[in-house]
């Protein structure tokens, strides 16, 4: 069965430090890999998308690896700011595109000043 | 541009009652989706369509119909609504099937 995981479930952190999330995956075949960011109240908003070829992307102070091989994949944010308190959603692609998106349950992070 | 638009943004219904989810978009996507959110859950696909009239269902189809008449707009319509139904719904929309996928604010309904 196709499915997302994310750890952990959720996180607090001090503004100012650094955080790694993490996402696996059992979706197969594999087409592309995504990082929402999800404000309370909010849509989910698009931080970065990986290709089974891109290990590597960032966006400001998000950066995204991705291990395709062993179905893994990280986000990492630097210098937390309050604003990146959030619900942070790992979402995963097959073939099919659109209709085939499996979305992770997401971790809850909390920056407190 | 707007983006993606939801209405209503809050509704609360009776057992049984039927209603309609309003979702918009004027950045010319072909794809849009409906998706539902619930607690500690991914998101899970209702309805999607490809383009103005084509739709097909996703992975909860059960109780909701959709429709596509223009490229604009995709309402989801909830039939005799059920307490399982309570949940916040989320209409998206993509340029292409493999296309960033962009969101609207949500429409939070409760069945009581």
Not at chain 1, 90 to 112: A, E, H, I, K
Request: proline share 4%.
């Amino acid at each position: 069965k196709n499915q997302v995981e994310q750890s952990p479930q959720s996180l607090i952190i001090l503004e100012g430090k650094n955080c790694t999330l993490q996402c696996n995956y059992t979706v197969s075949p594999f087409s592309n890999l995504r990082w929402y960011k999800q404000d309370t109240g909010r849509g989910p908003v698009s931080l970065t998308i990986m290709t089974f070829s891109e290990n590597t992307k960032s966006n400001g102070r998000y950066t995204a690896t991705l291990d395709a091989d062993t179905k893994q994949s990280s986000l990492h944010i630097t210098a937390s700011q309050l604003s990146d308190s959030a619900s942070y959603i790992c979402v995963v692609s097959g073939y099919n595109y659109g209709q085939n998106f499996v979305f992770g349950p997401g971790t809850r992070l909390s920056v407190l000043p | 541009n707007a983006g993606v638009t939801q209405t209503p943004k809050f509704r609360i219904l009776k057992i049984g009652q039927s209603m309609t989810l309003q979702c918009a978009q004027d950045m010319n996507h072909n794809y849009m989706y409906w998706y539902r959110q619930d607690p500690g859950m991914g998101l899970k696909l209702i309805y999607y369509s490809v383009g103005a009239g084509i739709t097909d269902k996703g992975e909860v189809p059960n109780g909701y119909n959709v429709s596509r008449s223009t490229t604009e707009d995709f309402p989801l319509r909830l039939e005799l609504a059920a307490p399982s139904q309570t949940s916040v719904y989320f209409c998206a929309s993509s340029y292409g099937g493999a296309g960033e996928l962009f969101f609207g604010e949500g429409s939070r309904l409760t069945v009581l």
